[in-house]
Nanobody
Framework: QVQLVESGGGLVQPGGSLRLSCTPSKSIISFNDMGWYRQPPGKERELVAGIIRGGTTNYADSVKGRFTISRDNDKNAVHLQMNSLKPEDSAVYYC?????????WGQGTQVTVSS
C-alpha cells in the first residue's frame, strides 16, 4: 500500500508564504511524476504544479512566479514553496504521485489565505 503524507498547511495572511511537504511511503525515485493539486470549496480539483523524475516542472498559470515545486530524493520528499499568497489560493491541497501506472493521493492539507 502506497501512502502520501502531506504537511505544512495552515492559515496565512495575504502576501505571506507557506511550504507544503509530501512524503511517500515508497522511495520517491520509484515515482515517475509527482505534483500538487488543489480543490477550492465548490470547485473541481486542479493541477497546481508538477515535477517529473528528470526534474522538469510545470505550473498552472495562476501560480507561475509565486510557487515553486521541488523534489528532494535524499529526504524522500516533494515540496511546494508558496509565496505571495492570495485569498484565491485558499483550498485543500493534495499531493499526487504516479508510480508504475497508478495514481496515488494524499489526504489533503488545508491552506487558508485570509486577513
Amino acid at each position: 500500500q502506497v501512502q502520501l503524507v502531506e504537511s505544512g498547511g495552515g492559515l496565512v495572511q495575504p502576501g505571506g508564504s507557506l511550504r507544503l511537504s509530501c512524503t511517500p511511503s515508497k522511495s520517491i525515485i520509484s515515482f515517475n511524476d509527482m505534483g500538487w493539486y488543489r480543490q477550492p470549496p465548490g470547485k473541481e480539483r486542479e493541477l497546481v504544479a508538477g515535477i517529473i523524475r528528470g526534474g522538469t516542472t510545470n505550473y498552472a498559470d495562476s501560480v507561475k512566479g509565486r510557487f515553486t515545486i521541488s523534489r528532494d530524493n535524499d529526504k524522500n520528499a516533494v515540496h511546494l514553496q508558496m509565496n505571495s499568497l492570495k485569498p484565491e489560493d485558499s483550498a485543500v491541497y493534495y499531493c499526487n504521485g504516479r508510480r508504475w501506472g497508478f495514481d496515488y493521493w494524499g489526504q489533503g492539507t488545508q491552506v487558508t489565505v485570509s486577513s
